[in-house]
């Protein structure tokens, strides 16, 4: 094989990786420690017609505004096992020291547990915020 065809299948594996390794857009995901930190999730199973809902409300304690505030709705059985999970979007921000809504329709199960998968916090300009 010469030297110039190795360079071509090198950098034809090279442009392969890197092609594979950037996503559209990253997400973060932090450890509950981190969440728990910034948030606090307090909610209610509601019945309608359609069956079973989670609604409630993620306060936000931190001096920065969240966007794209990810949940994770999971569903537990009567001896306390995880037996299902879904995640939703909170509908537009959670303002600094402010709290937003949210609601999610979810199958039956015995309770649920509900906490903040992940987020961002907004570019307000000059600074952290924190």
């Known amino acids: 094989m010469t030297r110039s065809r190795r360079g071509i299948i090198f950098g034809l594996a090279v442009a392969v990786v890197l092609a594979g390794s950037v996503p559209g857009r990253a997400q973060t995901l932090y450890v509950p420690e981190t969440t728990d ?8 199973v509601t019945q309608n017609r359609r069956g079973p809902a989670v609604e409630g409300y993620v306060y936000n304690r931190a001096r920065q505004t969240a966007q794209r505030v990810r949940l994770q709705i999971q569903r537990v059985d009567a001896a306390g096992a995880v037996v299902g999970s879904s995640t939703i979007w909170v509908p537009g921000e959670v303002p600094m020291e402010s709290r937003a809504f949210f609601s ?3 199958p039956d199960a015995a309770s649920y547990r509900v906490q903040v998968l992940s987020f961002d916090w907004t ?4 600074g952290s915020g924190m």
């Open 37 to 44: 930190r910034y948030f606090q999730v307090e909610f209610q």
């Open 123 to 126: 570019c307000q300009g000059g």
């Open 104 to 106: 999610a329709a979810v």
